[in-house]
Nanobody, 122 residues
């Protein structure tokens, strides 16, 4: 089984910073993309940032210049450094992975972590 375990959420004041981590474990042959999505109360889940195994990144316009995604392929871990946080960044942040569990297996992108709450409030 594949597990994605997130950590690093919490309460922070506007303008503050947080760093999220997500570690993948279990039966994994290859990870192609890892990323972060978020879902605020009453809203749909949205992409925040993703990174490929080759290091290419993509960000939502709303977080460009404030958030940085990075990854450690050896540790199968992805990080999200969030700076200059705003109240509208408040949401549950979910880690996602696009991976293959075996050489003969199908590549799938529906692996999710349990989510970590980020609250930006004074």
């Amino acid at each position: 089984q594949v597990q994605l375990v997130e950590s690093g959420g919490g309460l922070v004041q506007p303008g503050g910073s947080l760093r999220l981590s997500c570690a993948a474990s279990g039966r994994i042959f290859a990870i192609y993309v890892m990323g972060w999505y978020r879902q605020a109360t009453g809203k749909q889940r949205e992409l925040v940032a993703v990174i490929t195994s080759g290091g290419s990144t993509n960000y939502a316009d709303s977080v460009k210049g404030r958030f940085t995604i990075s990854g450690d392929n050896a540790k199968r871990t992805v990080y999200l450094q969030m700076n200059s946080l705003k109240p509208e960044d408040t949401a549950v942040y979910y880690c996602n992975a696009d991976l293959r569990v075996a050489p003969w297996g199908t590549r799938q992108s529906d692996y999710w972590g349990q989510g970590t709450q980020v609250t930006v409030s004074s």
